[in-house]
């Protein structure tokens, strides 16, 4: 276990995370909502850092990041661990050991991954001709303290760093990363704050203030929406999210519209595949809103 940089602590024993958003107040042996960073006799750690659960090279399209180094690999990694709790998650085995929080001694049984340091990511990397590294799979924001460690060593040796992320990391972790972060793709979910509390646990304006702050930085910016039918389908917010991503981050920002599958998502099996056509015709909102870069996935 190591440290966290992104806390404070409060009176006793108690503290509060600064990773994200949710800012948690953590009792004694207590566990943020992420399930990975624990209040141990009045320090946070993380219980995931130097640990990968998932390692892979990937295309860095599948990201998506389609404006950036294209046609090139990037080396992914992610850990376990999300700050969100999404129905549609589509990496919950992964990403929702939340439910773990109430009987810590299951915690003894997890499968963590296996140990790998920030440099030996680096190296690895440069092994496979990979020119950036993703850090991707689950939200980067709960394992920031690694994260941060290997983007530093990336950045020496000339490697491009990459988020993959739900937008919700505190304005402190934001201020920290921006230095070396070089691309980021955000999963906007929705336009719609009701969604976002409903199934994700979250705050949308939270997510759209960092998207502003991003747009005006050096770090190149994509986004993603998924398509949920029935849930997150309706065109007026579509509109109206296109509509934001013209007016406050800018008519070029890449926007990916992606199917969803209710096969592989968390909790919501029983709802149909998004049709092909309709992932069409959400492109096509976009593009008549005046987006320039609106693509299509998982059809």
Request: aromatic content about 12%.
């Amino acid at each position: 276990m190591q440290e966290c940089f992104f806390y404070k602590k409060l009176d006793g024993e108690k503290i509060q995370c600064e990773a994200c958003h949710h800012f948690c107040l953590i009792n004694q042996g207590e566990l943020g909502i992420c399930g990975v960073r624990q209040n141990l006799r009045g320090k946070l750690y993380s219980l995931v850092y130097g640990k990968v659960i998932a390692l892979n090279i990937d295309k860095i399209e599948k990201k998506p990041i389609y404006h950036f180094l294209p046609r090139s690999k990037t080396f992914s990694l992610g850990t376990l661990g999300c700050n969100f709790a999404c129905f549609n998650c589509q990496n919950h085995e992964i990403s929702q050991i939340y439910d773990f929080k109430g009987n810590l001694d299951k915690y003894d049984k997890i499968n963590w991954g296996y140990e790998i340091s920030p440099r030996e990511i680096v190296e690895k990397a440069i092994q496979n001709d990979c020119p950036s590294i993703s850090y991707t799979y689950n939200e980067p924001t709960v394992f920031s303290e690694y994260a941060f460690d290997t983007m530093k060593i990336a950045q020496k040796n000339g490697l491009k760093n990459i988020w993959v992320s739900n937008g919700y990391m505190s304005e402190k972790v934001l201020d920290k990363i921006l230095p070396y972060l070089d691309a980021i793709n955000v999963d906007l979910k929705s336009f719609n704050g009701d969604f976002y509390k409903e199934y994700c646990g979250a705050n949308l304006k939270l997510v759209l203030k960092n998207l502003k702050k991003l747009s005006k930085s050096r770090t190149h910016l994509e986004l993603t929406t998924l398509i949920i039918p029935g849930i997150s389908d309706d065109e007026a917010m579509l509109g109206a999210l296109a509509d934001f991503i013209k007016k406050e981050l800018g008519k070029e920002i890449p926007w990916h519209i992606s199917a969803f599958s209710p096969h592989i998502s968390w909790k919501l099996r029983d709802v149909p595949a998004t049709p092909p056509d309709l992932i069409h015709e959400i492109k096509e909102i976009g593009l008549k809103k005046g987006l320039k870069n609106v693509y299509v996935g998982n059809i």
